[in-house]
C-alpha cells in the first residue's frame, strides 16, 4: 500500500517552485502540491481509470488546507476504487444541479403571475425611458393587467389578450390599441429571452389584426378656424392657464409634454428665450425658443396665476409637481366630444371647428405651417421643430445654430397671431435666409 501523508503544513506553506519550472511535491495516495514558478500552489489527484491517466484539481493550495485536502482525496478515491472517473462523476453532478436549477426556475416561472412579470420586467427594462416607463404601465394596468393581470404566466391565451385589445379599438382608441400590442410583444420577448414562457402567446398577431394602420396626421387649423377657435375660447369653460396654453404651443411649435413640464427658470421673458432641456424634448436634444411679443405675453399672464411654483404649470394637489401632458389634452379633447361622460366638462362641442377635431399637436403643426406661409425656409422651421437632421453627413458636417434666422422666424409666426387673434398690425419684417 503507498505511503500516504508525506506532507506537513509547515512543508506546504514554505514549498517554492523554481523560476523555470513548476514544482511538483508528493503527499501519497496520489495527492499532489503543485506549485508554480509565480507562487500559486493547488491540490491535484494524479490517478488511472480504466487504463486512462488522469489528473483532478482539488482546490487551492493557499484556500484549502493540507487536511481538507486530503479528505477529499480520499472521497475521490472511494470512487476510483469502485471504476468511477471523478473528474466524470463531478462533470455528471454539474449537469445534474443545473437541470435541477433549470427545473426550479421554470417551475417558479409557472408560479408567477402576469402583473409580477410585467412589474418586472419594467424594473429591468423601462427605467432608461424618459418617463421610467409609468406612461406604458399606466395603459397596461388600465387595459390589460385590470383583467389578466392575476393569472400566471402559462395561463395567458392569444384569445384573451387580444380581447383586450379590441376592447381599446372599440372605445375609438385605434393608435392606442397599436401602442399596447408593442408593449406586450416588447415584454413577452423579453419574457421568452428568461424562459419564463415558451413562446409569445401574441405570435403572429401584428397592427393589422389589432388597430390597423395608422394614418399620418395632417391636420392644420385655417387662419379663419384660429379666429374662430379664439371666438369660442370664452364658452369652452377652460382653466385659464389651458387657454394660454393653446396660444403658447400655436405661436411656440412646442409639443405639449414639453410645455407641461416647463419650469420657471427655463424661462427668461426679459431675454425672451424659454430653454427646453434634452430630458423634455423628444429627441433627447436641448432646445431653444425664441419667444415672440405675441408669446411674452402669454407667459407674462401665466407668472401671474402660477408663479409661485417653480412649474409653469404645476399640479392642482401636489404643488412639487408639473401637471401631467395628458391633462391638457383631456380638457381640450372634452370640448369636441359627442357623447356625455361623469366627471367631464358639460361644454362638449364648444371647441369644434369646421375641419374637424383637434389636438395640441396640431397646433404645433399648424405653428410650423403659418411659418411657411410667411416665407420662413423649411430648414429654419425643422430647427424651430427641434427635428433631428436625418441626412447623417449633414447631421455632421453641418452644425451652425441658425440663431438669427430662428428668432426672426418665430417673431414673424407671433406678429401674424397677433395681427389674426388681437387685431395688431403687423410690422414689415426683411427676412434672414440661413444657409441652404
Known amino acids: 500500500m503507498a505511503t500516504l501523508n508525506k506532507l506537513t503544513a509547515a512543508a506546504v506553506k514554505t514549498a517554492k517552485a523554481p523560476r523555470d519550472r513548476d514544482l511538483w511535491v508528493n503527499d501519497g495516495g496520489g495527492l499532489w502540491l503543485h506549485v508554480r514558478p509565480s507562487g500559486g500552489k493547488a491540490w491535484r489527484l494524479r490517478y488511472t481509470v480504466a487504463g486512462k491517466r488522469r489528473i483532478l484539481d482539488i482546490g487551492d493550495a493557499l484556500v484549502k488546507s493540507l487536511a481538507d485536502a486530503r479528505v477529499d482525496a480520499a472521497k475521490y478515491r472511494e470512487l476510483i476504487d469502485r471504476g468511477v472517473d471523478p473528474i466524470e462523476h463531478d462533470k455528471l453532478n454539474r449537469i445534474a444541479a ?13 408560479k408567477l403571475t402576469f402583473s409580477a412579470a410585467v412589474d418586472r420586467w419594467a424594473r429591468a427594462q423601462l427605467h432608461g425611458r424618459k418617463d421610467s416607463g409609468r406612461e406604458a404601465l399606466r395603459g397596461l394596468q388600465k387595459d390589460v393587467l385590470n383583467t389578466l393581470g392575476g393569472l400566471e404566466l402559462p395561463q395567458l391565451r392569444k384569445g384573451d389578450l387580444v380581447a383586450c385589445l379590441d376592447g381599446i379599438v372599440a372605445r375609438g382608441s385605434r393608435r392606442q390599441a397599436n401602442v399596447t ?29 389589432v388597430g390597423g394602420p395608422e394614418a399620418e396626421r395632417d391636420r392644420v387649423l385655417s387662419p379663419d378656424e384660429i379666429v374662430l377657435l379664439r371666438d369660442q375660447l370664452p364658452a369652452a369653460n377652460l382653466e385659464r392657464r389651458t387657454t394660454l396654453a393653446i396660444w403658447i404651443m400655436l405661436s411656440t411649435l412646442c ?55 417653480q412649474w409653469v404649470f404645476p399640479a392642482p394637489a401636489l404643488k412639487d409637481r408639473p401637471i401631467r401632458r395628458e391633462s391638457i389634452t383631456k380638457q381640450i379633447r ?3 366630444n ?91 419684417v426683411q427676412l434672414v435666409r440661413g444657409a441652404a
Open 255 to 309: 409639443r405639449v409634454g414639453e410645455l407641461a413640464r416647463a419650469r420657471w427658470d427655463a424661462v427668461d421673458l426679459e431675454a425672451g428665450t424659454w430653454n427646453i432641456p434634452a430630458d423634455d424634448s423628444k429627441n433627447g436634444l436641448p432646445h431653444v425658443v425664441f419667444l415672440s411679443s405675441f408669446t411674452c405675453r402669454q407667459f407674462t399672464e401665466l407668472r401671474t396665476i402660477t408663479g409661485w411654483s
Open 338 to 428: 359627442d357623447l356625455a361622460h361623469s366627471h367631464r366638462s358639460k361644454a362638449r362641442h364648444t371647441l369644434r371647428l369646421p375641419g374637424g377635431n383637434w389636438t395640441p399637436h396640431d397646433l404645433r403643426r399648424t405653428g410650423a405651417t403659418l411659418m411657411g406661409e410667411n416665407g420662413v425656409l423649411s430648414e429654419i422651421i425643422e430647427r424651430c421643430l427641434n427635428h433631428k437632421e436625418h441626412r447623417k453627413v449633414v447631421r455632421t458636417y453641418q452644425r451652425q445654430e441658425l440663431v438669427a434666422e430662428r428668432r426672426q422666424a418665430w417673431q414673424i409666426l407671433g406678429e401674424y397671431l397677433d395681427e389674426l387673434v388681437c387685431g395688431n398690425p403687423r410690422k414689415v
Open 181 to 209: 400590442l408593442r408593449e406586450l410583444k416588447q415584454f413577452f420577448s423579453w419574457a421568452e429571452a428568461r424562459e419564463w414562457i415558451a413562446r409569445s402567446p401574441l405570435a403572429g398577431v401584428d397592427k393589422a389584426h
Open 98 to 110: 443545473r437541470e435541477a436549477e433549470e427545473r426550479r426556475h421554470i417551475e417558479e416561472a409557472n
Open 334 to 336: 372634452d370640448r369636441q
